[in-house]
């Protein structure tokens, strides 16, 4: 094993033995505060391309913009640092490659999805004998795929050099082993000497919603890390070179900040677009004696079968009494099931909602419920046919029904010892707005893309959702009040005599409307 650095500190060494050992391919390194994440990764590849000759390694992140500006920067000072002369190694901007004077190359890589190149086709046919992902959070599990891919278990070449052919065949006598050859171009002798290096993948991360979460944290803290990954948590207090007022500081921030960086706590977000927050959805596991026991309903989201699970929520208002999850059932025996919870809780059949995708409007033919079209154009209020200021802007139904249940998140109660209580919160961090700058409709992540992230179909957190759906057509009841009139644009062109038949009586108060602006 290499010797480690003793500018390391105890967490840093523990990730550096790892990065050594013929056992671990992937190592997760997450630091917050203080003493910038590349260092580790840039020493870690300093030493391996002047023990390693003829290797090729790897520096991600999701834009290539960052790594010049950072981690290159880091690397090339650790470069000077470990013993690299200037004349050692040259660097093409272009093409984003270091080549050294031992044969090592180094490729600089953007790791951005890009549709024009879904399959990251710009990585190559290069094989890699280790790759460093700075900032991983930022990186999609996709990308993370396919640069595993690339990693090869290598036959490595280590290099003696010499301008004399007597030194090098005393090296060879002295050493027991090796091949002499002589390297015309560089009018130099070398010994080659073949070591077998196993491939490794470095990430150094904050925590993100994907699969740094999925893949090593979550598992890390379950104890469920699979035997090839390691996950190493280091804190700010790890690091003996923080000042204490650094330290201090960071106790003084707002909660979400002090829980990620002063104790580590991968389940808070400063994540603005996340639509709830641990805290929120965590408070929703309780007791609730208030329940209307009058309206009970069943929201199901369904899967075909052998794909995904289907979720079966039991409603007592706003209150889930019961959460079902079913595996590789049927048709009819979802519809069954549905039927005895529909007696059991004596659920009106208008009150039970199932989602409409694949084959599930056999599921709904069936019962004869209500389904829920998640493309389906958002629920308007009934003004919004005469005012279209009052439009909701939502991309879809399923965006609609999510926004509505973070608005109501403090009305909804779920049994404190639900089984899939952690399902829930884990499905809950991972829903987020995309676009938010943007003035067009008010759209969420795709499903797709939450499911790559999350590793599996967020059915919980849909059925969840589907609730909402009473909730919202119940606030679009089919009247136009006075003020909605008053406080329609001047942009807008109204008919007359559809707004004055919602208006009151009273013919001096419609003189008084008809004169405003507004109207034409």
Request: hydrophobic share 35%.
């Amino acid at each position: 094993m290499t010797n480690t650095p003793t500018r390391l500190f105890k967490r840093q060494k523990e990730a550096w033995d790892y990065l050594h050992d013929g056992e671990t391919t992937e190592i997760a390194y997450w630091w917050w505060a203080g003493w910038g994440k590349s260092l580790l990764g840039s020493l870690w590849l300093a030493t391996q391309i002047a023990e390693k000759p003829g290797s090729t390694w790897g520096i991600g992140r999701s834009e290539l913009k960052k790594i010049k500006l950072s981690t290159f920067i880091t690397f090339k000072n650790t470069l000077k640092e470990v013993g690299f002369e200037d004349g050692s190694y040259k660097y093409d901007d272009q093409k984003s490659i270091m080549t050294f004077t031992n044969g090592c190359m180094v490729v600089l890589m953007d790791l951005n999805e890009n549709p024009s190149d879904p399959n990251f086709d710009r990585l190559g046919s290069t094989e890699y004998t280790g790759f460093f992902i700075d900032e991983a959070q930022e990186v999609s599990g996709k990308a993370k795929q396919i640069v595993t891919s690339r990693l090869r278990n290598l036959t490595g070449k280590t290099y003696f050099y010499s301008k004399d052919k007597k030194e090098s065949e005393q090296w060879i006598i002295q050493n027991g082993k090796g091949i002499l050859h002589y390297n015309e171009p560089l009018n130099e002798y070398q010994v080659v000497m073949w070591i077998q290096s196993k491939p490794k993948l470095l990430l150094t991360l904050n925590p993100g919603r994907n699969f740094v979460y999925t893949d090593f944290y979550k598992p890390w803290k379950n104890k469920t890390l699979l035997s090839h990954r390691r996950f190493i948590q280091s804190l700010p207090t790890d690091n003996p070179f923080l000042p204490k007022a650094y330290i201090e500081n960071l106790k003084n921030l707002d909660k979400v900040s002090r829980e990620r960086l002063l104790y580590g706590n991968f389940e808070y977000s400063d994540d603005e677009a996340l639509l709830f927050s641990i805290d929120d959805i965590s408070a929703t596991f309780r007791k609730n004696d208030k329940v209307d026991l009058d309206k009970n309903y069943i929201t199901c989201d369904a899967a075909r079968q052998g794909r995904d699970s289907t979720v079966i929520c039991i409603w007592q208002g706003l209150h889930i009494k019961k959460i079902i999850e079913i595996r590789k059932s049927s048709l009819t025996e979802q519809a069954r099931l549905i039927e005895t919870f529909i007696g059991e809780y004596n659920v009106g059949i208008n009150n039970v909602i199932v989602d409409e995708v694949w084959v599930w409007w056999g599921l709904v033919d069936l019962l004869g419920c209500k389904w829920f079209i998640a493309n389906q154009a958002p629920i308007q209020p009934y003004a919004a046919k005469l005012l279209t200021y009052k439009k909701r802007n939502y991309q879809n139904l399923k965006t609609q029904s999510f926004f509505y249940l973070q608005k109501y998140l403090p009305q909804v109660s779920i049994y404190p010892d639900c089984q899939y209580k952690e399902k829930i919160i884990e499905e809950a961090l991972f829903i987020r707005q995309i676009d938010m700058d943007n003035d067009n409709k008010i759209k969420l992540e795709s499903k797709k893309d939450t499911k790559e992230k999350l590793g599996r179909s967020p059915d919980y957190m849909d059925a969840i959702s589907f609730r909402m759906y009473w909730l919202i057509k119940d606030h679009h009841d089919g009247t136009v009040s006075e003020e909605d009139i008053i406080n329609q644009k001047s942009e807008e062109e109204i008919n007359q005599d559809q707004l004055l038949k919602f208006l009151t009586d009273d013919e001096e108060k419609k003189e008084d409307i008809l004169d405003i602006d507004v109207y034409y």
